[in-house]
């Protein structure tokens, strides 16, 4: 009988956490946007910092993927140490929601819940909106976190008739025994949230564990140490100021859980005295609410000690002399891909970065007649070409997402901009050729020439700055500006051609120089037609900003 019973409480537990996993997939899904807005609010202060973490948390119903996608944000730079502390922070007191709806197995109203799977999966069966079907499967997802529930609590009911179990439960007792194993076994499951339901289900059903008392809560302080082992996975690989945001999700929950070690030890009858007195005959909502009491106190605690972590982490893990080059696609966002596409934006801009820096340092070698070093300008373009391969590999990772028909159109057009980018690249790998047939021919230009060509290269640049403000702000009114300088490079085009060609005419020039000459000033034009082609693809999509 016990055998059938730990089997339906593993069936259970299964269910409940595939419940969770849907629920929070789709609740991603529907909060896809709002979840780009909410990371970009981070600031100085950390009560904001706190609050959108907890938010963000609370939705997605995942503190491990919070934290980790803070941790990209701090490998791609944009997040300093001080702003990532108050998102974990906030991100523990988020997580705490999933304890609270396991508590509600406690009241009646939980086994009608159940039901809740059939609705939402009536919805998903009537409608082929993808907005719609999420919500269908979100309500679904929340069904099968009751159902979970009630199955969890009636094997663990009749577990509690087994001498046996009784037994192993009141076993251990030592306060850092608990601790340990409340560590050992989040850190194998992989999730504090299904440490803290199976506490919360055992409870419910009248079994004690550790013999009563303050016991329970050494295995809550367990699983908080045990939760960030997700974090502390995700940073393998990073750089030293990711691998410094999982070290100070690890610090903050092992001084929180030291604290309130020694607090429960010194404090026999604290769970007595406080929430068994505020929640009489609820176990479970004992157990939930002094996981969100334990997770806030730790927060209030040390917001003024944000500093001393982000010094502390920074002293454990040093610097390098060796600058580390920071990329912004991360395989951290893909769970959020609203994020990751933003994300791969803004490496796209700086790969095209590297092609303009390329582009200028070959035509800087054509101007100044030197050869000597054209292989910056080839590392450059080689730089390039990596980054576009690995950023094409990324984005078709993104698309193996369910996604929105507007994030499609992104991706496509992410596309195109690498195309474009590889294109100013190849325009760069040109001007190599032209500054080593100028030098080995002994090739002169008339004066003033290349006064001429230098202030058309300013103007790509400059072209290029308003292209990269466009695709950076999504800012439509900026487009006139870049047609208005596109146009004055055509313009520049046509006049350095017919004045070289008029100075042909004249004898003024040699007819040596035509090909690199004509070539030249038309690869810059070129380079200009696949700059506006970039910023005018904003005009495609629908930016949610």
Not at 41 to 46: I, V
Not at 160 to 170: G, M, R, S, Y
Not at 239 to 258: C, E, M, P, Q, T
């Amino acid at each position: 009988m016990s055998i059938t019973n730990f089997f339906l409480f593993l069936g259970g537990l299964g269910a409940f956490l595939f419940g969770v996993k849907v629920l929070s997939d789709n609740m991603e899904k529907l909060a896809n946007r709002r979840l780009k807005s909410l990371f970009q609010k981070t600031s100085k202060n950390p009560l904001v910092g706190i609050g959108v973490g907890a938010v963000t948390t609370a939705i997605v119903q995942s503190s491990g993927l919070t934290t980790v996608m803070v941790i990209g944000f701090v490998n791609a730079g944009l997040m300093s140490l001080y702003q990532a502390t108050a998102f974990i922070m906030g991100a523990n007191i988020g997580t705490t929601i999933t304890a609270q709806i396991a508590a509600l197995q406690s009241f009646d109203f939980a086994t009608f819940a159940i039901a809740l799977t059939f609705v939402g999966i009536v919805i998903t069966m009537v409608t082929k909106k993808p907005k719609i079907n999420s919500i269908g499967l979100a309500i679904a997802g929340l069904g099968l976190v009751f159902m979970g529930l009630e199955l969890m609590n009636s094997s663990m009911s009749a577990l509690k008739e087994e001498p046996v179990v009784t037994q192993i439960l009141n076993t251990v007792t030592n306060p850092f025994l608990l601790l340990v194993i409340g560590v050992v076994a989040t850190t194998i499951m992989q999730s504090s949230s299904a440490i803290t339901t199976i506490i919360i289900s055992v409870v419910n059903a009248g079994l004690v564990i550790g013999g009563g008392g303050n016991a329970v809560l050494f295995l809550v302080l367990g699983s908080n140490i045990g939760s960030c082992t997700t974090s502390m996975i995700s940073a393998i690989g990073t750089n030293r100021g990711a691998k410094r945001a999982s070290l100070i999700h690890l610090l903050f929950n092992v001084f929180g859980s030291a604290l309130f070690f020694v607090l429960l030890v010194l404090w026999p009858d604290f769970m007595a005295v406080t929430f068994e007195k505020w929640f009489p005959n609820l176990p479970g909502t004992q157990i939930a609410m002094f996981h969100t009491f334990f997770n806030v106190i730790c927060t209030v605690v040390f917001v003024p000690f944000i500093s001393l972590f982000v010094k502390i982490a920074e002293l454990l893990i040093k610097d390098t002399k060796k600058k580390e080059e920071q990329s912004f696609i991360d395989e951290r966002f893909l769970s959020a891909p609203t994020v990751a596409i933003e994300q791969s934006n803004k490496e796209a801009i700086r790969m095209a970065d590297k092609a303009m820096g390329a582009l200028k340092n070959g035509f800087t070698c054509f101007i100044k007649k030197d050869a000597d070093h054209l292989e910056t300008v080839r590392t450059l373009d080689a730089e390039v070409n990596e980054m576009s391969k690995r950023l094409t590999d990324y984005l078709i990772d993104i698309s193996s997402f369910d996604l929105t028909v507007n994030d499609e159109k992104r991706i496509s057009i992410l596309h195109n901009n690498i195309l474009d980018i590889v294109r100013i690249a190849e325009i760069a790998d040109n001007f190599i050729k032209y500054t080593l047939r100028e030098v080995q021919d002994e090739l002169v230009f008339s004066p003033g020439v290349n006064e001429k060509l230098t202030e058309m290269f300013a103007k790509l640049e400059e072209l290029y700055e308003l292209t990269k403000q466009a695709r950076l702000t999504k800012d439509r009114s900026i487009l006139p500006m870049v047609d208005a300088a596109e146009e004055q490079l055509d313009a520049m085009r046509k006049t350095l051609i017919g004045d070289h060609i008029e100075r042909l005419n004249h004898g003024e020039c040699s007819p040596a120089n035509s090909s690199v000459y004509i070539n030249l000033v038309s690869n810059l034009e070129r380079a200009g037609d696949h700059l506006s082609f970039m910023a005018h693809t904003i005009e495609e999509v629908e930016y949610s900003i």
